[in-house]
């Protein structure tokens, strides 16, 4: 019953922006810290950003100053604001929840993910 299901994956040129969401239901999702995480084959998976119930974030330093990440708690949705886009951001997406509201970007951590959008950034 538990959902995440991310959206707004698309192939983009380098240097453009995206915008992904993560619709959640199943579970209170104003006390859950959520996160956004990426993986490239044959590469481990990645934490890139956190936003605790609070509304405070955390980034990865690779893409910290390019990505945003907020949620809106009236409607269970996590964005992720994508801009300045590099070849090396190609890679599956995908929206994580935590129960421990610990803002971690380990994903270890995480109880809850979906299964995934796809980002293509070319040259």
């Known amino acids: 019953q538990v959902r995440l299901v991310e959206s707004g994956g698309n192939s983009v040129q380098a240097g453009g922006s995206l915008r992904l969401s993560c619709a959640a239901s199943?579970?209170?999702?104003?006390?859950?810290?959520m996160a956004w995480f990426r993986q490239a084959p044959g590469k481990e998976r990645e934490g890139l950003a956190t936003?605790?119930?609070?509304?405070?974030?955390t980034y990865a330093d690779s893409v910290k100053g390019r990505f945003t990440i907020s949620r809106d708690n009236a409607k269970n949705t996590l964005s992720l604001q994508m801009n300045s886009l590099k070849t090396e951001d190609t890679a599956m997406y995908y929206c994580?929840?935590?129960?421990?509201?610990?803002?971690?970007?380990?994903?270890?951590?995480?109880?809850?993910w979906g299964q995934g959008t796809q980002v293509t950034v070319s040259s």
């Open positions: 994580a929840a935590d129960f421990f509201d610990r803002g971690l970007l380990s994903g270890s951590t995480y109880g809850y």
């Open positions: 199943g579970f209170t999702f104003r006390v859950y810290s």
């Open positions: 936003i605790d119930s609070s509304g405070s974030p």
